[in-house]
């Protein structure tokens, strides 16, 4: 299976990839909250343009951003309830806080991103948790393909696929799988002297 990976470009060679992991973060989370903290547009104006020097210093391609902030498109149907200025000014802080957190998580790999929050003394049960996200979130991916693969074998069609009762069952066996996969997880676990205390 073919997996859309987190930190996929964060092991190019390039100036902001060498920079420390908590500088990063620190740096990312300080111009974050200078974005949102202020009720007006010049912050923004300030901070985009070195974001987008930092996004070309990094070779990450430009594509690769621009889906990320695609994800703000579906509120924008919200904004047409707010008057223009505000509206404008809620996307372009939403945009840049998602290009800032992407920069971030594509520059830095998984490891030294839970290794930063380790440093900043984040709570133990919290990076375990993202590490077995990050594990089994593939796992996870590969059952909805097997589930969909078995539907299109089975000359399912998309009217089928869509049915309440085709998307229950798939559902509910996607959960009773994800279930299961935890249990031998933690017995895996248990047999390799893991305890609750970490």
């Known amino acids: 299976m073919h ?3 987190i930190d996929k470009y964060s092991r190019l060679d390039s100036v902001v990839h060498k920079i420390d992991s908590r500088t990063k973060m620190i740096l990312s989370f300080l111009l974050i909250l200078i974005i949102t903290a202020f009720n007006n547009f010049y912050p923004v104006l300030i901070i985009m343009p070195l974001i987008v020097i930092a996004i070309l210093l990094s070779k990450v391609p430009v594509m690769f951003f621009l889906r990320r902030i ?7 149907l919200f904004l047409f309830f707010l008057p223009f ?3 404008v000014l809620l996307f372009s802080k939403s945009a840049s806080s998602i290009t800032i957190i992407t920069l971030l998580m ?3 790999t998984f490891s030294g991103f839970l290794e930063a929050l380790k440093f900043f003394k984040t709570p133990k049960i919290f990076i375990l948790m993202l590490s077995f996200f ?4 593939f796992l996870f991916i590969d059952n909805i393909h097997r589930m969909r693969h078995a539907c299109d074998s089975r ?3 998309k009217k089928q696929s869509f049915k309440p009762a085709t998307v229950s069952g798939m559902i509910g066996n996607l959960v009773v799988r994800s279930y299961e996969q935890s249990e031998r997880v933690y017995l895996a676990m248990l047999a390799r002297g893991y305890n609750d205390s970490g």
């Open 70 to 76: 695609a994800i703000c498109l579906p509120f924008l």
């Open 85 to 87: 200025s505000k509206a």
């Open 155 to 157: 000359c399912f069609s």
């Open 3 to 5: 997996h859309e990976y």
């Open 106 to 108: 594509s520059t830095t």
């Open 134 to 137: 990050y594990r089994y979130l």
